[in-house]
């Protein structure tokens, strides 16, 4: 069977030849059954694009909070995230952070004299992972040769090999104890806002928080005031609020921060992860078989 696809609206050579390997067809917009998008972001251009015809659009990103928002989500057609497909580049990242810092990185880096060596052994560290989507499940396996003990935030109830599961509303029971709490849920607005001073409070006064989900899941101000008070030892953040961070923000003079500026998934991984989810939603569309990383309309993830 073959499926007829428009990719756009711009013409990336990458998609087109994804589509094909799975045996679909690229076709002019009026003739598709389903969009594999990747343009501006706009929910605008998206809503000109779908017609009668279309029941199915794949999106280019993990996160479609913006789209979410926007209403543009719907049953039918069914949209489709890139969510899980980064899952492995990301975690690498948030691994390669929480070494970092473990080993002083950020205050060694930035030293221009000998000083003392106050740097901890990451193995058997308590890491609580708040999120267990593509990403959580990518660290989980990268965390298991270095002994630590994991708590898992997912609503789906299972996480093999954790130590403790707990379901999102209660995430907060898991902060007293991790030395390092990585944030890698969706940006929804039941997560807007999730870490605050309450959540820094609860923390202990030696861990680090480490984002590579949404900057919006944060609130930036409470972060400064917290690593100023010394109530956290620290933060590593891909992903601020807002983003780009500022030139001269509190957070660029802070020692106990270490930023890097929303790369934790690479141009190459991007293209690959995407095209994977591409090649493999437009055989299961022509095969009538379920989507990987339908996005629900009421819950916007």
Known sequence: MTVAVHVGP????????????????????????????????????IRSMVHGGIHW??????????????????????????AGAYGPAVAEHALALMLAVARGLPRHARATSWGPNTSKEFTGSTVSIVGFGGIGRALMRMLEPFGCRVLAVTDRGEAPGAAQIVPRARYRETLPEAAYVVVAAPATPQTLGMFGAREFGLMRSDA????????????TEDLVDALRAGDI????????????????????ELGNVLITPHCANPRDAYWRGLAERVTANVRRFSEGAPLEGVVSPSQGF
């Open 208 to 219: 680090w928080l480490v984002n590579v989900a949404r900057g919006g899941l944060v609130v």
């Open 233 to 252: 030892g620290g933060a590593a953040l891909d992903v601020t609020d807002p983003e780009p961070l500022p030139d001269g923000h509190p957070l660029w």
């Open 10 to 45: 711009e013409p990336v050579p990458v998609l087109i030849e994804a589509v094909e390997r799975a045996g679909g067809k690229v076709v002019p917009l009026e003739q598709a059954e389903a969009i594999v998008y990747y343009g501006s972001d706009d929910p605008a251009e």
């Open 57 to 82: 659009v794949q999106l280019p990103h993990a996160g479609v909070e913006r789209w979410a928002a926007a209403g543009v989500i719907t049953e039918q057609p069914v949209f489709t995230a890139a």
